[in-house]
């Protein structure tokens, strides 16, 4: 730390989902490693809406750490707006770092993050390494999640990516800009731009309690970051129907000249059957998706606040680098 220069601050952000078991040692841990390398900085809490102690944790923990910041929002809003959340509170940082509150997101990756800050990265994302702490399904599907997204997006992921990462001021900026609704935080990482890095860590299981994350709460996050991101399933799908359509009236051209020309035409109930089964199937498919982009947009149009807070959370109150400049001179 050098005396008497501006002091940049760093938040940590962190959603917390009933976690009343591994939050003490998180902020413990956080801070031990933080503390260590002299930069100043904050830890903002989200409580998104927890049906455990955690709230009650959260307050003792800002009594007894002055560097935690609890945010409450009012009900369980998940966690993308969670991050959201604590992304607003944490307005004015320096740097931003989000990670979980499970220990899953290890305090030394934390700190490889503010290492490849300091060499001027602007969006770092920390990327697990293997996937033997993830079960044999999660990493199959969190596999097969990036291969579609990455196909049908233009806005691309890195695979092993999740919401453990540092933003820059500047693009912590960008960040707050964007207005939407449907998030799926790691892929507008990828759209605001900037200079993009990748660290590298070794994920460990959970400390303490078990994932939020349903199987269907997996379908629907991964729905919900293909269609916020991509039109392309909507164009796939009008491609795909007017290749039928095609099909279907070369077909028909043909029956009625066999039925014409040779008047051999076979009474096919099967047949009948399973073209009115493709069709249909076809159809209500691509009517559930165009459901899925308009009920997005009917979402988006409502413009309801993100989130509701509880209530107002302290300021971060942490000095801005020029009032300290002046202060030490
Ligand atoms: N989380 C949240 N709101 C939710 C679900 C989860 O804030 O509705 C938080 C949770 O407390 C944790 C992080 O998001 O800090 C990641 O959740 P989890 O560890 O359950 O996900 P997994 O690691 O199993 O994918
Ligand atoms: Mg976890």
Known sequence: MEAGGPRECLVVVAPCFNEEEGLTHFVEAVSKALDETGIDYRIVLVDDGSA???????????TQYPRVRPVFLS?????????????DAAKG??????????MQHTPEALLALIEEWRRGGEVIMAVRRDVASVSLFKGFTSKLFYRVFNVFSDTKIQPGASDFFLLSANAHRAFL?????????????????????????DMPPRLAGESKYSTMRMVGL????????????IHVAT???VVT??????????????ALFVGDLAVGWGSIMATLLVLGGLQLTFIG?????????YQEAKSRPLYVLRCEPDALGFEKPESNAKDSE
Do not use: C
């Open 245 to 258: 359509a095609f099909a279907g009236m070369v077909y028909l051209a043909y029956v009625f000249g066999r």
């Open 75 to 87: 009900r369980n809003f998940g966690q993308q707006i969670a991050i959201s959340a604590g992304l």
């Open 289 to 297: 998706l165009v459901g899925e982009y308009i009920a997005r947009i």
């Open 222 to 233: 991964a729905l919900d970051g293909l269609i916020s991101f991509s039109s392309r399933p």
């Open 177 to 201: 800009q964007l207005p939407e609704r449907s998030r799926l935080v790691r892929g507008l990482l990828h759209w605001i731009g900037f200079d993009r890095r990748y660290v590298e860590y």
């Open 52 to 62: 455990d102690g955690t709230p009650k944790i959260m307050r003792e923990l800002a």
């Open 93 to 102: 940082a320096d740097a931003v770092v989000v990670m979980d509150a499970d």
């Open 239 to 241: 491609r795909l129907g």
